[in-house]
């Protein structure tokens, strides 16, 4: 193992834990039951087709993860194809999702302590810190013992989701399906961008590639059974929520709760808010932990300051991108606690960032698989997708463009400095 090397650890199994911990996130919890009041128990189509429009997605992924199992991920796909000044134009794309998303989503499940027990707004601010200090705290410790805790926390998802849905289905009426479409099916499309943001996060897992045990098969394999077992997860909830008709009004705040409730009584705000927090978790761990690896890689290449090169020396993790993303992370709770912004506005900047990092990755797909094989086409489907989405982003797409610009004036900057002999 040299010094630049990060430890491989991974398995197919801890793997798929942290896909779907990347993707998984508090949405879960209210989505359901805001789609079904948008579009009525046809909202169920909506969870369905996503599903279905996810897998060519994780599909492109999984295949260019097999050729390229490289610890920059979706930029070292862009890089192969377009080369370096697009892949470090991307690079710095993603510098705006992570630092700013996942403490919104850690905000978002600490919220959920308020359905159990009161707290003010620097509370709830308290516990996001420390759900992302605890992670970090892992992750500086080393990938291995950071899959192991993901999997457990997922493991605790599953069970409890599964209750949920099981605690529910006895309530399930055959009247809650109709009318099927009461609000028309234009309804339908509607419902299905807001369950787009929650089929994100594919492109998290293979920066992780350099860690895992087998990463020819075991991306691939964890990438598939994810996106199986998120598809089943959502498509449940959505259907016990319509069939026990848990939406309408402001249902939507806890729907989860309800339907756990149905079976087990008032211990089902608990329940609910300690999956909020597994979820929570589960979610900020998986995409810090690929982040880490995006920005650790990129350095490595040059398009990053080689400051955040350095692994720790006896855990060979990126130490110092993870203490600047703990830096970062305390600045945005700060000024959330100062400023209280909406939660849904500041989200549609990292959600514009992620919808142009899956065109960029997707062109690269067409330009590197060969064409008219099941990848190339996956990938021409998932681009036509994006590309459409991206028209709903509105001004959010300036975010995207501002951190693009900011990359190039870097590189050029870099380039003058390489040409005149200096170091950056």
């Known amino acids: 193992m040299t010094e630049h090397s990060l430890k491989r650890s991974i398995t197919w199994v801890q793997g798929t834990a942290l896909t779907i911990g990347a993707v998984l996130g508090c949405g879960i919890l209210v989505l359901p039951s805001i789609t079904a009041n948008n579009a009525g128990p046809a909202s169920l189509l909506s969870w369905i087709l996503m599903s279905l429009i996810s897998f060519p997605i994780v599909l492109t992924i ?21 080369g370096p000044m697009t892949s470090s134009v991307l690079s710095w794309i993603m510098l705006g999702s992570i630092p700013v998303g996942v403490p919104i989503v850690a905000l ?9 027990l009161p707290v003010n707004i620097w509370e709830v601010i308290g516990m996001a810190a420390l759900i992302l200090a605890v992670s970090l705290f892992l992750h500086v410790r080393g990938i291995e013992l950071s899959a192991k805790v993901g999997l457990g926390v997922i493991c605790g998802i599953l069970g409890l989701l599964i ?14 399906f109709t009318p099927f479409v009461p609000d028309g099916w234009l309804s339908v499309g509607s ?27 075991d991306i691939f394999v964890s990438l598939l059974l994810g996106a199986f077992c998120i598809a089943i997860l959502y498509i449940s909830v959505s259907f016990v929520t319509v069939g026990t008709h848990s939406y309408g009004g402001k249902k939507e705040i806890a729907s989860l709760s309800i339907l756990i409730s149905k079976g087990l009584g008032t211990a089902g705000a608990a329940l609910t808010t300690v999956l909020a927090l597994f979820i929570t978790f589960s979610s900020v761990h998986a995409n810090i932990a690929g982040f880490s690896r995006m920005v650790y890689a990129q350095a490595r290449g040059g398009n990053f300051p080689a400051f955040f090169a350095a692994l720790h020396p006896q855990h060979r993790t990126p130490v110092r991108v993870l203490a600047v993303l703990g830096a970062i992370f305390g600045i945005v ?11 849904g506005t500041l989200l549609k900047g990292p959600s514009a960032v992620f919808i ?12 590197i698989l060969r064409p008219l094989t099941i990848g190339w086409l996956m990938a021409f489907l998932s681009l036509t ?16 463009a501002a951190l693009s610009a900011l ?18």
């Open 108 to 116: 978002t499940g600490a919220f959920y302590v308020n359905d159990i």
């Open 163 to 176: 209750t949920a849905v099981a605690v529910s289905a006895p309530y399930i009426r055959r009247d809650a």
């Open 356 to 367: 142009t990092s899956y065109i960029l990755t997707m062109l690269a797909a067409l330009k």
């Open 62 to 82: 999984a295949h260019l993860a097999q050729i390229m199992p490289s610890a920059g991920g979706i930029a070292a796909y862009v890089e192969r194809a377009f």
């Open 191 to 217: 419902a299905s961008v807001i369950i787009f943001f929650s089929f994100v996060g594919w492109e998290m897992i293979v920066p992780l590639a350099e860690e895992f045990k087998n990463p020819e098969k």
């Open 407 to 424: 990359g190039v004036l870097y590189l050029r900057k870099r380039t003058r400095q390489l040409k005149a002999g200096g170091s950056v």
């Open 385 to 400: 997708f994006s590309v459409i989405l991206l028209f709903f982003s509105g001004w959010a797409i300036l975010y995207p």
């Open 333 to 343: 709770l700060i000024l959330y606690g100062w400023v209280r912004p909406d939660l």
